[in-house]
């Protein structure tokens, strides 16, 4: 039997987006379907969803105030505004909920924050902030770029990337302060953007955006550490023109590997070795539209949806969970300056 699930989608509010959009999969008939208007809220651009499937945390902006926007989800999956906190400066590009705190990463400030979350599922006033400092050789890392803030699998530790200075730190949160644990320092203009941990938490896949490849780290969940071991690249040797490497994503089984390209247009699949957690490369898969900023596994992993930004679209594929491989359905919905794609779990 098929299931339906709830999506939602951020987006920029640019041009004609009106906020956070929903959507819904039919896994029976392999569609996606009822686009709609979620929350009206400015460039929410990444999403996050409590692990109870109570609240959804959005990026927010209003004009020259930047943070972040919380929501009730309610039993139809509809949207219903808690509260927003705003300051003023740069919105963040990325956050992440761990039981009740929240942490925001801020590409232009070169930030990463500490909230509170109430039991109601409001978020309150920043209680930790640390500024990184820094720079390096590519042209876009003329200062820190935070990319990325969130929680390892165990949640002893927040993990930061900072695309600007090619660093992955990691922090303990003590008495709601952040404190210093760890750095681990990329190649010089890789640009760092986001990671992902394989269900066992002994393994971290690091997606850089500007040299478009995956480190695999060892992580050490005692010191919050890690090593590399392996760097693989996520573009075709050939291709010259220019590529973001964007999202990265990996099956619930930790048998397979997903990452986004920007340029390229396609997501990569990569294929996990069950000893030693390092990556094969499987196939690239055009995702049917230009400038792919996500995607994301639907809760039966039998799917999944790219976002692309350019083109304003959600593409829909299926997964092969034996071979990791995907094709791409005949199913597309429009979703103007789309960014992000979270699915409520089951």
């Not at 590009?93 to 590409?107: G, K, P, R, S, W």
């Not at 490497?245 to 390209?261: K, Q, V």
């Not at 995702?287 to 976002?307: H, K, M, N, Y």
Request: proline share 4%; with cysteine; charged share 25%.
């Amino acid at each position: 039997m098929g299931r339906k699930y709830i999506g939602f989608a951020g987006t920029y509010t640019r041009q004609s987006s009106e906020g956070i959009y929903g959507f819904g999969l039919d896994t029976e008939a392999g569609t996606l379907t009822d686009t709609h208007v979620a929350a009206r809220v400015g460039s929410p651009t990444y999403l996050t969803v409590s692990e109870d499937n109570r609240y959804l945390y959005s990026v927010a902006q209003d004009d020259k105030l930047g943070g972040v926007a919380a929501f009730e989800i309610d039993k139809e999956g509809a949207l219903q505004p808690i509260n927003r906190e705003l300051k003023e400066g740069a919105p963040p590009c990325h956050l992440d909920i761990f039981q009740n705190e929240l942490v925001t990463a801020n590409y232009h400030e070169g930030t990463v924050e500490l909230s509170n979350v109430t039991q109601q599922g409001a978020v309150e006033q920043v209680s930790s902030k640390v500024q990184d400092e820094g720079n390096g050789p590519h042209k876009r890392q003329e200062k820190p770029h935070m990319h990325f803030a969130g929680y390892t699998p165990d949640g002893k530790y927040v993990v930061a990337a900072d695309l600007g200075t090619d660093e992955l730190a990691t922090y303990k949160v003590e008495d709601g302060n952040f404190i210093h644990s760890n750095t681990f320092h990329t190649e010089p203009g890789s640009g760092p953007r986001h990671i992902v941990f394989h269900p066992s938490g002994k393994t971290a896949y690091l997606l850089t955006e500007l040299s478009s490849e995956v480190i695999v780290l060892d992580y050490n969940a005692d010191e919050g550490s890690f090593t590399q071991k392996q760097t693989i690249r996520a573009i075709p040797e050939d291709f010259t023109e220019t590529n973001d490497a964007s999202a990265i994503h990996i099956s619930s089984d930790g048998r397979f590997l997903y990452t986004g390209n920007r340029g390229h247009n396609s997501i990569v699949v990569f294929q996990v070795n069950e000893e030693s957690d390092e990556l094969t490369f499987v196939e690239h898969t055009p995702t049917g539209g230009e400038w792919p900023r996500d995607f994301v596994l639907d809760p039966s992993e039998a799917f999944i949806i790219a976002s692309n930004q350019h083109t304003g679209n959600l593409v829909l594929f299926s997964r092969d969970k034996e071979t990791g491989r995907l094709t791409q359905l005949d199913s597309a919905v429009d979703v103007p300056e789309v960014v992000c794609v979270k699915f409520l779990g089951e």
